[in-house]
């Protein structure tokens, strides 16, 4: 679906929630904006919940046909999920294209994604989306123009197109399986190097791939975009105590997430999973920053990550003065954190000194028995930890060591498998 240089216009329902409409219909801008639309207004109306045909109320809707035609509108994206007979409903009456929030962030991901993997994803998580939504396609689809799928229109070819997406959606889910599999075969060859993985997660666009650049000194791509990660990325970080880790940039989270990428996305954010800490940035400079960083919680817990060290990296100070009282009082209340701009050098061994701090709770001493055959572990530990002790016996060589528990472990498994 190609949306650029498109006017739009927005639709939102204000529920009187914490996260209030003006918020999220600023998301959707920012939405539209990365996926190359230019926003022409928006339209919103106070209810408890959308309209069941029209997603605001009639009255409503029936006002928009002349401001449309006015400003050449071709375009109206609602804030929230429509059924397949709403979005139906409002293209009759509107006679432009409808897309809602979900919609909208599949097709950003769509242009987003670069590795097989990802791109395999976002179309299962489109032709999910599609499929009930199919009918609706094919009877407005000669009114709107363009779109998904061009051929006639008819009963025979729609139960045909449909039976070719649910096959699609079979082999996609097949081939992921084995993508899956080569991943993990990857991640393995990782865990063989034993290192601490940390995983840099948060909300979009919180500046995660700054974060990533200015830790490695590699080049991520950094914009100023929603989602401009979306495929994890993995670099080494040497720390003030010469010891390394691996740093691994995540897809950022977001409010509204559509639940067919939550699934289709669960594999990337094994990453998090995996990871032995977290580094959680979050942006101050937006007004509500405690909610966003509430929604991005929500979700660790929801992949069972609260419980990992986790170093809160508090974002753009250069941006936040407007927020600074409010930020003041946050603080009162954390531990374990800093204030930085990414975009300043300045900060990095304060940063890195900071994750050493939080790696360094979990370090104990232990006593390895290695046979001579991996020497190469004996030159890890003298590399990567501190050696109390060492001995060398008729069999095998003796380390008392101390080391980070968390390594310790990786390397118990790398001695013993």
Known sequence: MNLDNHKVLLLGIDKKEEWSLTDSLAELAELAKTAGLSVAGEVTQVRTAPHYKYYLGSGKIRELPPLLKDQDIQIVITDDELTPSQQKALEEILAVKIIDRTQLILDIFAVRAKTHE??????????????????????????????????????????????????????????????????????????????????????????????MNLLTKASVLVENKLFATLDPTTRKVILPDNSEILITDTVGFIKKLPHQLVTS??????????????????????????????????????????????????????????????????????????????????????????????????????????????????DLLHTKAQVLHEEYQDQEIVLKVKVNSILGDKLMGALYK
Request: some cysteine.
């Open 265 to 378: 996305f669960h594999s990337t954010l094994e990453e998090v999973q995996e990871a032995d800490f977290l580094i959680h940035v979050l942006d101050v400079s937006h007004p509500k920053f405690e909610i966003l960083l509430q929604t991005s919680g929500e979700l660790l817990q929801e992949l069972n990550t609260s419980d990992k060290p986790c170093l809160l990296i508090l974002n753009k100070l250069d941006q936040a003065q407007a927020n600074l009282p409010a930020l003041k009082l946050f603080l009162e209340h954390q531990k374990n954190y800093l204030v930085i701009s990414a975009l300043d050098p300045e900060y990095l061994p304060l940063i890195l000194n900071k994750i050493n701090q939080l790696l360094a709770h979990y370090y104990d001493v232990r006593t390895y028995h290695i046979p001579y055959q991996r020497m190469d572990i004996v």
């Open 118 to 211: 990802a791109q395999l994803q976002v179309e299962l998580a489109q032709l999910e989306y599609m499929l009930p939504r199919l009918t609706r396609m094919w009877t407005h689809l000669s009114k709107l123009g363009g779109g998904i799928g061009t051929r006639g229109p008819g009963e025979k070819q729609l139960e045909v197109d449909k039976r070719q997406i649910r096959k699609r959606i079979i082999l996609i889910k097949k081939e992921l399986k084995s993508v899956k599999k080569h991943r993990h075969t990857t991640r393995a060859k990782r865990q063989n190097i034993p290192l601490l993985t940390g995983a840099l997660v948060g909300y979009t666009n919180a500046g995660k791939s700054t974060l």
